[in-house]
């Protein structure tokens, strides 16, 4: 990411505004023994970014004064939702018990779509699935497939890194406050051997 000039900082208009005692009913909502809490969480927080992008394409006045361009949203929602698409990918298909099971259940969630970067990004997160299961079954909370996917991101793209480092702030800080409202918070604490990675 471009060291000139921060894009996520506090107030910035790149990031989504919720509510979050209703946002956290939601998850609680979602959570359940085969729906665990990176799931729910993923699950509830997917359709922030396109939302809240959809409405600063209705304020020019925003979109001209931090010199953004649709691209750049559509960017920046494809870097948001790279993550949570695939924790929630990895929580589904992480049960399937072989590699090509996994892939094959991957195959029936895809949404199909025109958008060649969605597809790219599909194909990235099939590419990755063995990975990234493991990454989920190794740590619950998600935040190995975070790094994973830092490391090797499907895009250096400015916006991208934006999107992505958007949606690790609301996915851990909601996991935060989750783990405080549930009064649980083992599944954030689930020690993992760093040596058999």
């Known amino acids: 990411m471009s060291t000139q000039l921060r894009l996520v900082y506090q107030g910035s208009p790149l990031m989504p505004q919720f509510d979050l005692p209703q946002v956290i009913g939601s ?7 085969t729906f665990e809490h990176a799931a ?3 699950s509830t927080i997917s359709p922030l970014m396109i939302a ?5 394409r209705l304020n020019p006045d925003v979109l001209s ?3 953004l361009e649709a691209a750049n949203l559509v960017s920046l929602t494809h870097g948001f939702n790279y993550p949570i698409a695939t924790i929630l990918a990895s929580a589904v298909c992480r049960k399937a018990p072989s590699r090509a099971e996994r892939l094959e259940l991957y195959e029936q969630l895809v949404v199909t779509t025109q958008d060649f ?3 790219r990004i599909q194909e990235h997160i099939s590419t ?3 990975a990234t299961c493991n990454l989920l079954k190794l740590d619950p909370s998600g935040a ?3 790094r994973y996917l830092q490391d090797y991101p499907f895009s250096q793209e400015e916006f991208f890194l934006t999107g992505l480092e958007i949606a690790a702030m609301i996915f851990f800080g909601l996991s935060l406050e989750l783990a405080k409202d549930l009064g649980d918070d ?5 020690p993992y051997d760093p040596t058999i990675l």
């Open 128 to 130: 990755n699935l063995y």
């Open 117 to 119: 970067t969605k597809l």
């Open 40 to 42: 729910a969480i993923a």
């Open 27 to 33: 998850i609680k909502q979602d959570l359940s023994p």
């Open 52 to 56: 809240h992008t959809q409405l600063l």
């Open 65 to 67: 004064l931090h010199q």
């Open 144 to 146: 190995l497939v975070f």
């Open 186 to 190: 083992s599944w954030l604490n689930t």
